[in-house]
């Protein structure tokens, strides 16, 4: 019976190992692609910025805060 157990933890252990492995993977991938899109989209919104709010000589985080009505 007893190597049945260590049999049975043998393969429990790998399982555990194999299952890390790719939760691992799927969280890193997704933490890259969520990592592009947020800065991709900070670039988008930056531009849109610039080009549609910024009074000339404004830089972009002054019309950011200018709109938000920071001073």
């Known amino acids: 019976m007893s190597k049945i157990v260590e049999a049975n933890e043998k393969i429990a252990e790998k399982v555990v190992a194999g299952y ?8 890193g991938g997704y933490k890259k692609i969520e990592t592009g899109v947020v ?7 930056d531009k849109c910025v610039e080009t549609l709010f910024a009074k000339e000589g404004e830089t972009v985080e002054d019309a950011k805060k200018r709109l938000s009505g920071e001073k």
């Open 39 to 45: 800065e991709g989209f900070g670039k988008v919104s």
């Open 20 to 27: 890390k492995k790719i939760e691992a993977g799927v969280v």
